[in-house]
């Protein structure tokens, strides 16, 4: 497999929890009603629900690819993905919507961690930090036209076929895998799948001040990036009225997402992650700031709102993949149990965050703005504690 293809194909992996969320989101309005919701944002439920299942998913997928391979783990998560998805297809009420999405979630917790264990297997250091920074473009380029590919599902045939999209995606990627990966971790270098291993890493995890400091840190920016996605559909359509044009915005700010993503990959060998993080994250607090101080004198208008998404998720691009890499870089000797453990911690931050800040939704862009307001300082403080410098796992 070249360079290009594995880029690819691991882009693709990770891209699977983008798909499963964006190209939804032009149907949460048909959701609402069509599952005869009280409110719009018991829709947002839709989307963390997801998350959810996800976090328990990497507790147990983590541990699974490290005793039994990469291969047979990502198998396993898709068949649960397929599953989750035939469930949501068929759903009747929002219950069986929301079993149906933890399911779906907890599949995806496969792809997502064998995608960045196998990197780690590969890969370290600021080398690690470059190939995930690739891989992010492609990742972020999925929200970029999920959200239109959506749209056109449902213009065509209804929303529950963006279910049937899934399993079709699901099945495609696990045929490709199948013919084309070849398994990255040496049976040498396995770890029994058992109690004692795990809580050993995960005590190596809570003892890396690196590793856990930069987990905290993805859980706090991904909590208020999934109070975005929550309110993302009503903060268009309903707030500025933009209709089928919301796939559009959308996918804008996604491309602007993996522009710094693209640009991060050339620069990161250079300037270092801790120092672009570090920065990228300033950049948060004093935007964000000065969008309070606007919000407070005018009402908002939808160009300086996607003026200051942009400069979010420029910010965005420079960061998910750089602390990933720092927070995965000490954890190399334990790949997958490491990837699990860090993406359940930052994952249940980011639900409650993520979903406390959606349920906050007003009708206006304050509790949104405040929340990266606050998150972005409480990170600024963590990353002042995080070395600059990679320490040996168990001795930070």
């Known amino acids: 497999m070249s360079s290009a293809e594995f880029v690819a194909l691991l882009a693709l992996l990770m891209s699977i929890v983008a798909l499963s969320i964006d190209a939804l989101l032009p149907a949460l309005g048909l959701l609402h009603v069509d599952l005869k919701l009280t409110t719009q944002n018991q829709a947002q439920y839709i989307i963390s629900s997801l998350f959810l299942g996800m976090a328990f998913g990497q507790l147990i997928f983590g541990p699974l690819s490290d005793a039994f391979g990469r291969k047979r783990t990502l198998y396993l998560g898709f068949f649960f993905f397929f599953a989750g998805s035939a469930l949501c297809l068929f759903s009747e ?10 399911i779906q979630g907890f599949g995806v917790a496969g792809p997502y961690v064998c995608a960045v264990s196998i990197v780690r297997d590969k890969y370290s250091g600021r080398q690690m930090a470059k ?5 992010m473009i492609i990742f972020f380029m999925v929200p970029a036209i999920a959200p239109s590919l959506g749209q056109l599902v449902v213009n065509v045939s209804g929303w529950r076929q963006i279910f049937t999209l899934y399993m079709v995606y699901a099945l495609l990627l696990t045929a490709w895998l199948f013919l084309r990966l070849e398994e990255t971790l040496a049976p040498e270098k396995r770890v029994p799948f058992t109690p004692a291993d795990f809580a050993r890493g995960f005590k190596e995890v809570l003892h890396n001040r690196t590793t856990l400091y930069c987990t905290f840190c993805i859980g706090l920016f991904f909590g208020g990036f999934i109070g975005y996605l929550n309110s993302s559909q009503q903060i268009f359509q309903v707030q500025f009225g933009t209709g ?22 050339r620069v990161v060998e250079k300037f270092g992650m801790h120092h672009i993080c570090s920065r990228a994250t300033l950049a948060i607090v004093v935007a ?15 160009w300086i709102f996607l003026i200051y998404a942009s400069v ?3 910010c965005f691009g420079f960061m998910f993949g750089n602390l990933n890499a720092m927070a995965m870089e000490p954890m190399g000797h334990l790949a997958g149990i490491a990837a699990a453990i860090i993406g359940m911690v930052s994952s249940m931050m980011s639900i409650s965050i993520g979903t406390f800040i959606g349920q906050l939704y007003d009708n206006t862009l304050v509790p949104l703005a405040s929340g990266f307001l606050l998150l972005g300082l409480l990170s600024l403080y963590l990353m002042g504690s995080v070395p600059k410098r990679t320490p040996v796992a168990g001795l930070a």
């Open 312 to 314: 979010l998720f420029f």
């Open 131 to 135: 190939v995930m920074s690739l891989i």
């Open 93 to 102: 009420t929002l219950t069986q919507m929301l079993v149906g999405r933890v």
């Open 288 to 302: 964000s700031a000065v969008f309070l101080g606007v919000h407070a004198v005018m009402a908002i208008p939808l």
């Open 244 to 265: 089928k044009m919301f796939a559009v915005y959308f996918g804008m700010l996604a491309l602007i997402l993996g522009s710094a993503s693209l640009i991060n990959s």
